[in-house]
């Protein structure tokens, strides 16, 4: 089942994204990306029903598309605010990047105008409550409905079908696995420049190694949660990311970027906040190495 998910997944994203490339879809310009994202994100899922389907198995049971706990849940849709304060504390360690407060950088990442993001940061200046506040706010909001929509058509792959297949692999093994897959099945957008377009190939590499170190985090929340929308709602509300180019600058892009040696690093302290509770506060570990059971009632 996982090699013709992978084989599938990745025929469906790479391929389209290399079909827009020869009709000549910008995939920079915002149709582009709007097209390009339905295609590639989507693939995840679409390989997963489709092969479920065709084995008839339960969608429901094969991709963790339960419910689950509401509280876990809502920690993950939570949890990127946290994971990015950490990358700006990291980042205003580093020699080569300073504090500035460009508010705008995170609107132009949703899509906005130059014009328009700097005359709303204006609106949302004259209201007195504090701007990075109001950002946040919807930054939460998109993450968890767009951008948690987006989200899904990966989850229900990587931490849904991906997860369940690799569960008796342990939890460091499957998300090591997962984190590599997930990584390099990015090649293609980061080759085409939509992220660290000035370094490429050793944009990949950084790429992989960010998802690799994320990776845990995902399980940990969504085998908590009992459900693939934990892990959908934390990449939705991951557009939080945006901030550390709201708050830091001159770094390169490969340092800077949530990414980055930024991501990579707050990723760390998210793993040692996961190991934590689940060795001191959690009635049955799972981060031994012991078989998963996903979806199973007994863990708390």
């Known amino acids: 089942m996982v090699s013709r998910f992978l084989v599938l997944t990745f025929a469906i994203s790479w391929g ?52 689950g706990r509401i509280r876990w849940i809502i920690l993950a849709w939570l949890a990127p605010a946290g994971l990015v304060a950490a990358m700006v504390g990291i980042g205003l360690l580093l020699p080569d990047t300073t504090f500035t407060t460009e508010y705008s950088a995170f609107l132009l990442e949703l899509g906005f105008t130059e014009t328009e993001a700097v005359d709303t940061i204006a609106e949302l200046d004259a209201t007195g409550v504090p701007i990075v506040i109001l950002l946040t706010g919807l930054g939460l909001i998109l993450g968890g409905t767009l951008f948690a929509l987006a989200a899904f058509g990966e989850e229900l792959g990587w931490r849904g079908l991906l997860l369940t297949e690799l569960s008796p692999l342990g939890f460091w093994k499957l998300s090591v696995l997962t984190g590599l897959v997930w990584g390099i ?20 590499f950084m790429m992989t190694a960010a998802t690799v170190a994320l990776s ?40 800077i970027s949530s990414f980055g040696v930024l991501g990579i690093g707050a990723a760390l302290f998210g793993i040692a906040a996961c190991v934590t509770h689940d060795r001191l506060r959690a009635d049955e570990p799972i981060t031994t190495g012991s078989p998963l059971r996903p979806w199973s009632r007994t863990d708390t």
């Open 16 to 67: 389209g994204v290399t079909m827009l490339y020869f009709a000549g879809v910008d995939i920079g310009s915002s149709g582009g990306q709007g097209i390009g994202t339905l295609i590639f994100m989507g693939a995840p899922a679409i390989a997963a029903i489709t092969l479920l389907r065709v084995r008839r198995e339960s969608i429901r049971k094969g991709t963790g598309l339960y419910l």
């Open 216 to 255: 845990p985090i995902y399980t940990y929340l969504t085998v908590r949660a009992r459900s693939v929308f934990a892990a959908t709602f934390f990449h939705g509300s991951f557009i939080l990311g945006v901030f550390t180019s709201v708050f830091l600058a001159d770094g390169s892009e490969l340092v």
């Open 185 to 204: 099945w990015h090649t293609p957008l980061i080759l085409l420049g939509l992220q660290f377009p000035d370094d490429p190939v050793v944009g990949i």
